[in-house]
């Protein structure tokens, strides 16, 4: 059974950084790209950040490009997305969810729809 557990949020001021982790089982973790979803108030949940299933390849939406870095540690089926200069906008809560690779830039520009478990997110509140 799959379960993705996303731990590390908080809240921090404008200019902060926080490191959130995505710890998955139930699948074949080295098989899939895992991909960072946000879904701020009032809105939908979309991709950010996206790794390949080899860790050698990662994609970013504008909105977080040159400040988010994701990586994964397929030894312990880990998923992290260092987030570095938040700003007020990244506030929301955020999920981890395994991709097809083909898909991973897709879903990391949030223009393919992801479907199926989710773990309970983590929430980052950007406040001053």
């Known amino acids: 059974q799959l379960r993705l557990v996303e731990t590390g949020g908080g809240l921090v001021q404008p200019g902060g950084s926080l490191r959130l982790s995505c710890a998955a089982s139930?699948?074949?973790?080295?098989?899939?790209?895992i991909a960072w979803f946000r879904q701020a108030p009032g809105k939908e949940r979309e991709g950010i950040s996206c790794?390949?299933?080899?860790?050698?390849?990662?994609y970013y939406a504008d909105s977080v490009k040159g400040r988010f870095t994701i990586s994964r540690d397929n030894a312990k089926n880990v998923v992290y997305l260092q987030m570095n200069s938040l700003k007020f906008e990244d506030t929301g809560v955020y999920y981890c969810?395994?991709?097809?690779?083909?898909?991973?830039?897709?879903?990391?520009?949030?223009?393919?729809?992801?479907?199926?478990?989710w773990g309970q997110g983590t929430q980052v509140t950007v406040s001053s």
């Open positions: 969810a395994p991709v097809p690779d083909p898909t991973c830039p897709l879903v990391a520009a949030g223009q393919e729809r992801v479907s199926g478990s």
């Open positions: 139930g699948f074949t973790f080295g098989g899939y790209a």
């Open positions: 790794v390949t299933s080899g860790g050698m390849t990662t």
